[in-house]
């Protein structure tokens, strides 16, 4: 079981706004990453830190935290979106790395 | 830019071992780390650990402890990782990740390799 808790399948319609959260009480004490990963592919990282993409990640993609919940937000999804997302962080010794389940997004 | 190029698949039958390489060009390798993730079919990703290419700690999960060991060649720029008494649920596809340090951040998976399929099979 992971530390880090993702619903598994989220959709959205093209165009429109859909939040991604990823629960854990390490949460609190480190911020998350996201990883993109589409069928067949490598991950790719889309958010960092507090709310930084590294460079050639759209800006429609952002990052939240509060509590023991991080987001992933991207606004205006298109469909080049669709993909399973992975959010990562370290686990409650701060010693491992730990990721969520995933959420499978589809964008309608 | 970075890249980091994988070793091609592998079979392996159970009790075997296998090693993987990762050679990092686009950056000065030993001035991150390389970590390593696995993803078994239709699965999600499982962090393996971590090796500083500077001065070669490693920091393993707990659940591949004593089965594996990371290791780096720095006068090539390259990352191992072997895996000893495979299993079948060792089955999956292996990734090496660059670390990295950017605004004040540690980055544990920056750019990825295009991951090796190891099959455990008899």
């Known amino acids: 079981s992971s530390e880090l808790t993702q619903d598994p399948a989220v959709s959205v319609a093209l165009g429109q706004t859909v939040r991604i959260t990823c629960q854990g009480d390490?949460?609190?004490?480190?911020?998350a990453s996201w990883y993109q990963q589409k069928p067949g592919q490598a991950p790719v990282l889309v958010i960092y830190?507090?709310?930084n993409r590294p460079s050639g990640i759209p800006d429609r993609f952002s990052g939240s935290s509060s509590g023991n919940t991080a987001s992933l937000t991207i606004t205006g999804a298109q469909a080049e979106d669709e993909a399973d997302y992975y959010c990562n962080s370290r686990d409650s010794s701060g010693n491992m790395r730990v990721f969520g389940g995933g959420t499978k997004l589809t964008v309608l | 830019q970075v890249q980091l190029v994988q070793s091609g698949a592998e079979v392996k039958k159970p009790g075997a071992s296998v090693k993987v390489s990762c050679k990092a060009s686009g950056y000065t390798f030993t001035s991150y780390g390389i970590s390593w993730v696995r993803q078994a079919p239709g699965q999600g990703l499982e962090w393996m650990g971590w090796?500083?290419?500077?001065?070669?700690?490693?920091n393993y999960a707990q659940k591949l402890q004593g089965r594996v060991t990371m290791t780096t060649d720095t006068s090539t720029s390259t990352a191992y990782m072997e895996l000893r008494s495979l299993r079948s649920d060792d089955t999956a596809v292996y990734y090496c990740?660059?670390?990295?340090?950017?605004?004040?951040?540690?980055?544990?998976?920056?750019?990825w390799g295009q991951g090796t399929l190891v099959t455990v099979s008899s």
């Open positions: 990740a660059s670390m990295a340090s950017r605004d004040g951040y540690i980055i544990d998976f920056e750019y």
């Open positions: 390490s949460l609190r004490s480190y911020y």
């Open positions: 830190g507090k709310n």
């Open positions: 090796i500083s290419a500077y001065n070669g700690n490693t």
